[in-house]
T-cell receptor, first 109, second 115 residues
Framework: EDKVVQSPLSLVVHEGDTVTLNCSYE??????LLWYKQEKKAPTFLFML????IEKKSGRLSSILDKKELSSILNITATQTGDSAIYLC?????????FGDGTTLTVKP | DAGVTQSPTHLIKTRGQQVTLRCSPK?????VSWYQQALGQGPQFIFQ???????QRGNFPDRFSGHQFPNYSSELNVNALLLGDSALYLC??????????????FGQGTRLTVV
């Protein structure tokens, strides 16, 4: 059975800090790893990482896929209070996505 | 572009009743997946529809069924509701499931409460 584990479960930091969120997976027929941000209801897409695209960056957010270690990290630099959310990691297998339970990030002013 | 739309946004049902949730995918998307998200957990895959057929299914009982219409919209039906079915139900749309590496876009979800 496919499995995704995220750590830490929760994290509290202050504005300006840098955070690293972790995601490890066990999945058959891996196609891609996705990161989502969930603030209230709908998860919003952040990054998709594949064998041909193991590193992505957008502004203060970046992510790396380690296919050898079956893991990924999401980095957020210079955190802001607006970064407070649940960050979800998912691995995709032919359309079906298996999600971890997320990391709840709280950024204090 | 309207994105993924779901209805209703909130719903309260009594144990044993049946419920139907609806989803319209993002324009240009032809695949719809349904997820159940309990409080404090990540979304759990229920099933996926493409070309009006169920293509993949997660570990959910037969009480959970669905349908996809020719315009790609979809319904999720849950029969004989249990208290444990209370959750946020998310719909995600994407391009054809067998295409390589397409991300899914989520709707705002339907919050179902079973009392």
């Amino acid at each position: 059975e496919d499995k995704v584990v995220q750590s830490p479960l929760s994290l509290v930091v202050h504005e300006g800090d840098t955070v690293t969120l972790n995601c490890s997976y066990e999945v058959t027929n891996f196609r891609s790893l996705l990161w989502y941000k969930q603030e209230k209801k709908a998860p919003t897409f952040l990054f998709m990482l594949t064998s041909s695209g193991i590193e992505k960056k957008s502004g203060r957010l970046s992510s790396i896929l380690d296919k050898k270690e079956l893991s990924s990290i999401l980095n957020i630099t210079a955190t802001q209070t607006g970064d407070s959310a649940i960050y979800l990691c998912a691995v995709s297998n032919a359309g079906k996505s298996t999600f971890g339970d997320g990391t709840t990030l709280t950024v204090k002013p | 572009d309207a994105g993924v739309t779901q209805s209703p946004t909130h719903l309260i049902k009594t144990r044993g009743q049946q419920v139907t949730l609806r989803c319209s995918p993002k324009s240009g998307h032809d695949t719809v997946s349904w997820y159940q998200q309990a409080l404090g957990q990540g979304p759990q895959f229920i099933f996926q529809y493409y070309e009006e057929e169920e293509r993949q299914r997660g570990n959910f009982p037969d009480r959970f069924s669905g349908h996809q219409f020719p315009n790609y919209s979809s319904e999720l039906n849950v029969n004989a509701l249990l208290l444990g079915d209370s959750a946020l139900y998310l719909c995600a749309s994407s391009l054809a499931f067998d295409r390589v590496n397409t991300e899914a876009f989520f709707g705002q979800g339907t919050r179902l409460t079973v009392v």
